[in-house]
């Protein structure tokens, strides 16, 4: 192959997120979130993101009720999802550069079928992905709100959408 001649994509694979991965899972959330997310939040609901989105943070939640999923293109990390509980969206966070090409509903499917995402969930939307969620099935669930910090948009996805598969149980 010349130099001139470009490398076939990679298929995007999602599986659960390994320890080694969570720097560079957390880094692409926090640059992200402070991209897209960040200029319409107060500096308080700032400090509290790049908190919970700390490698450590989230790897000893792993001890507790969350799982995360990783969304990778060869060796790189383009996409994370995490869950708490089963049944709420914590983190969903694609590289700017993949948004628009179905990489976070494609970690949303994995997780589902793999039964690590059951209906109903829920998410605290961003603002400015609130269309992206209604998008894929959430529909609001009540008024936006302010905690923390956050602004935040309460989604509620009642059932999976006929044309995604059902989780396992």
């Not at 298929?11 to 720097?23: G, T, V």
Request: proline residues 10%.
């Amino acid at each position: 192959m010349s130099s001139s001649e470009s490398k076939p994509p990679v298929a995007i694979h999602c599986r659960p997120l390994r320890p080694d991965e969570a720097d560079e899972a957390c880094a692409l959330a926090r640059s992200v979130f402070d991209r897209y997310v960040a200029p319409e939040q107060d500096e308080k609901g700032c400090r509290m993101f790049h908190r919970f989105a700390q490698p450590s943070a989230l790897l000893r939640r792993h001890k507790t009720r969350y799982a995360t999923w990783v969304a990778v293109d060869g060796p790189r990390v383009v996409g994370v999802l995490h869950v708490h509980a089963r049944n709420h969206l914590s983190l969903l966070f694609t590289a700017p550069e993949r948004q628009g090409r179905g990489i976070a509903r494609q970690l949303l499917h994995t997780a589902a079928t793999s039964g690590g995402l059951i209906a109903p969930v829920t998410v605290n939307a961003s603002p400015n992905a609130v269309t992206f969620y209604a998008k894929v099935g959430f529909t609001p669930d009540g008024p936006e709100l302010l905690k923390n910090g956050v602004r935040h948009q309460p989604m509620r996805l009642s059932e999976w959408p006929s044309s995604a598969p059902a989780p396992r149980p």
